[in-house]
């Protein structure tokens, strides 16, 4: 499997990222990893960068805090 076919199902498959110890699976790594893992693990396992990561982090608080908002109204 080329790296244009990996990336396409981390996109498209909702529980395959880049771990092939865990047999690409990411439900099987969130249970051996229930304490959280670094930003840098995350970007492997989905093969991009740390400021992604850090950007799409930030992109779901500002959708939580706007949630929260309008369930207080």
Do not use: W
Not at 10 to 27: A, F, M, V
Not at 34 to 49: C, K, N, Q
Request: aromatic content about 4%.
């Amino acid at each position: 499997m080329d790296k244009d076919d990996i990336e396409r199902r981390i996109r498209e498959e909702e529980d395959y990222i880049r771990c092939p110890k865990l047999g690409n699976s990411l439900e099987r790594f969130i249970s051996r990893s229930s304490e959280g893992v670094e930003d840098a693990v995350i970007a492997r396992l989905l093969m991009i960068t740390e400021e992604e990561v850090q950007k799409i982090y930030e992109e779901a608080i500002v959708k939580l805090r706007a949630s929260m908002v309008e369930s207080d109204e």
